[in-house]
């Protein structure tokens, strides 16, 4: 059974950095892109970045590029999401989903999400 | 690139059909039949209902089917039922750096 476990709720100060985790099982890890979507607090979808662990391909939402890091290992079937200085814009539920190696493919399977709260 | 274009909200009556539009533009819906349909029930994580404008994943109903004429995209649910009330968010491929354009989100209320 495939699935996508992400880590707990997050409450951070503006400035702080975060990690956040994305656990994959029941499929091989390198066959599939893995990537993060945003879903800020009763609005739409928004997809941020997107990384192939078989082949270090990337690509990126020009509308979050610079702002987090998207790393990847394949050792533990783990992806992560990070920020090295958080602002109050950035909280959001945060999920991780893959997709098939294939252009055109749509994210298949999605993990459960992830509530960070950035707050003074 | 924007996102693509869906009604805020549609409603229907148990048993009826409702249909959801999805617009966007000749580079991205109008070009790849590579449209897909999630689902979003409060507090979950979206679901994968159809891909390929109107392939459906195994475990989806067929109450579900999809279409596209030109830049816009439809989303049809036949039958409708009280847990199909959610959100539905249509998806488009843009290309090879943009293989998302994501719809701006439709709610389903059934009454």
């Known amino acids: 059974e495939v699935r996508l476990t992400q880590s707990g709720a997050e409450l951070k100060e503006p400035g702080e950095s975060l990690k956040i985790s994305c656990k994959a099982s029941g499929y091989r890890f390198t066959d599939y892109w893995i990537g993060w979507v945003r879903q800020m607090p009763g609005k739409g979808l928004e997809w941020m970045s997107i990384v192939h662990p078989g082949n270090f391909d990337r690509r990126h939402n020009p509308s979050f590029e610079g702002q987090v890091t998207l790393e990847f290992d394949a050792s533990i079937n783990t992806a992560y999401l990070q920020w090295n200085s958080l602002q109050a814009s950035d909280s959001a539920i945060y999920f991780c989903a893959r997709r098939l190696h294939v252009d055109g493919s749509p994210f298949d399977f999605w993990g459960q999400g992830t509530l960070v709260t950035v707050s003074s | 690139q924007s996102a693509l274009t869906q009604p805020r909200s549609v409603s229907g009556s148990p048993g009826q059909s409702v249909t959801v539009s999805c617009t966007g533009t000749?580079?991205?819906?109008?070009?790849?039949?590579?449209v897909s349909w999630y689902q979003q029930h409060p507090g979950k994580a979206p679901k994968l209902l159809i891909h390929d404008v109107s392939q459906r994943p195994s475990g989806v109903p067929d109450r579900f089917s999809g279409s596209k004429s030109g830049n816009t995209a439809s989303l049809e649910i036949s039958g409708l039922q009280t847990d199909d009330e959610a959100d539905y968010f249509c998806c488009s491929y843009g290309g090879t750096y943009t293989p998302f354009v994501f719809g701006t989100g439709t709610e389903v209320t059934v009454l």
């Open positions: 000749s580079t991205d819906v109008g070009r790849y039949n590579y």
